[in-house]
T-cell receptor, first 117, second 115 residues
Framework: SQQGEEDPQALSIQEGENATMNCSYK?????LQWYRQNSGRGLVHLIL?????REKHSGRLRVTLDTSKKSSSLLITASRAADTASYFC?????????????????FGKGTKLTVNP | KAGVTQTPRYLIKTRGQQVTLSCSPI?????VSWYQQTPGQGLQFLFE???????NKGNFPGRFSGRQFSNSRSEMNVSTLELGDSALYLC??????????????FGSGTQLSVL
């Protein structure tokens, strides 16, 4: 089952506007990551934020994390048509039943962002 | 450095057949994870291999299996294909295991259609 849930499911904006996507998750985490996927292609890592961090920036991206609310947001400033893609949050989820207890990365269902020129 | 390579890119099979998908990770990466992506279920974790050992497994039936070779290349196999197995299968590699703490590098995926 999904650990993270993105909101909204779809977002359509004009070029130059800011886009904000939210992610809520259910259990305690060590890290939260955001990925981007262009249609039918592989995912590309955008940013990783650790549970002891509250905010992180990378270029036009700003990610916040509120562990008390179990939520994160991704802000893309001054959006471009090339930002059109699906955006996923992903959280680590420690497995208690597999040997080695290796963590896995669990993805939400994503926000489909359309930036209109 | 070459990225994660998945082959084939597209595959069409019929129900009951079996299929093998291949993934070559980034050079030096020892962890390979597999995901199934469908419009309805999103990205679902299949399994992770590290140093030829399965380290974690998702909630999929035994028809789904995988392995990793000594050069870190990985294959996944689906036997007795069902229509619901139609999906984009994504492979991702990372330097180390404990992938929740690692940045994953994804391949472009194999689009499997089961007719």
């Amino acid at each position: 089952s999904q650990q993270g849930e993105e909101d909204p499911q779809a977002l359509s904006i004009q070029e130059g506007e800011n886009a904000t996507m939210n992610c809520s998750y259910k259990t305690s985490i060590n890290n939260l990551q955001w990925y981007r996927q262009n249609s039918g292609r592989g995912l590309v890592h955008l940013i990783l934020i650790r549970s002891n961090e509250r905010e992180k920036h990378s270029g036009r991206l700003r990610v916040t994390l509120d562990t008390s609310k179990k939520s994160s947001s991704l802000l893309i400033t001054a959006s471009r048509a090339a930002d059109t893609a699906s955006y996923f949050c992903a959280t680590d989820a420690a497995s208690l039943i597999t040997q080695g207890g290796s963590e896995k990365l669990v993805f939400g269902k994503g926000t489909k962002l359309t930036v209109n020129p | 450095k070459a990225g994660v390579t998945q082959t084939p890119r597209y595959l069409i099979k019929t129900r009951g057949q079996q299929v093998t998908l291949s993934c070559s990770p980034i050079s030096g990466h020892r962890s390979v994870s597999w995901y199934q992506q469908t419009p309805g279920q999103g990205l679902q974790f299949l399994f992770e291999y590290f140093s030829e050992t399965q380290r974690n497994k998702g909630n999929f039936p035994g028809r789904f299996s995988g392995r990793q070779f000594s050069n870190s290349r990985s294959e996944m196999n689906v036997s007795t294909l069902e229509l619901g197995d139609s999906a984009l299968y994504l492979c991702a590699s990372s330097l180390r295991t404990r992938v929740g703490r690692e940045k994953l590098f994804f391949g472009s995926g194999t689009q499997l259609s089961v007719l």
